[in-house]
């Protein structure tokens, strides 16, 4: 067992059970919190950094951010190293980051942590889908259409 509770379960050793296609982008302003979250639980670590299907560094450009994709991933949050991606998740929908920047007043200008993160799953059932973050709208999104 490895601290606070995760334990590396290869993702090939789970074989049964049902799969979701899951893409996970994190911004630069947002990166450190997130290294916490690797540093917490090794399984999360090895899932991002060695278990994806793609991973882009500097995503768009933009310095200091990753794109990880995941294809056929077994996503519950009964798994440890889902469960530390879902807590980082949670903590930036409710975390406010300053901006170095000051209001009229002298007040620090601060934004939202969730503006620098975008999370997609697409599930096996055609409505099952979960989005969540607002970065990247425009570039990371579900598309779907008939083809033939």
């Not at 982008?25 to 950094?49: D, H, I, L, W």
């Not at 519950?76 to 980082?88: G, H, K, L």
């Not at 920047?101 to 975008?118: C, L, Q, S, V, W």
């Not at 999370?119 to 425009?138: K, L, T, V, Y």
């Amino acid at each position: 067992m490895y601290p606070f509770g995760c334990y590396i379960i290869g993702i090939e050793r789970r074989k049964m059970g049902y799969r979701s296609e899951v893409v996970l982008y994190v911004g630069p302003e947002v990166m450190p919190q997130f290294m916490v979250t690797m540093a917490k639980c090794p399984a999360t670590r090895a899932m991002c950094f060695a278990d994806h299907e793609r991973m882009v560094k500097d995503y768009q450009g933009e310095k200091g951010s990753f794109l990880f994709k995941w294809g056929w991933l077994k996503w519950y949050d009964s798994y440890p190293e889902v469960q530390a991606i879902m807590d980082f998740m949670d903590w930036c929908d409710g975390e406010d980051l300053p901006t170095g920047k000051k209001d009229a007043e002298g007040k620090e200008i601060t934004t939202y942590a969730a503006e620098f993160y975008r999370f997609i799953r697409i599930g096996e059932e055609m409505d099952d889908n979960e989005q969540r973050g607002d970065a990247m709208w425009g570039d990371i999104c579900v598309s779907r259409s008939i083809e033939f």
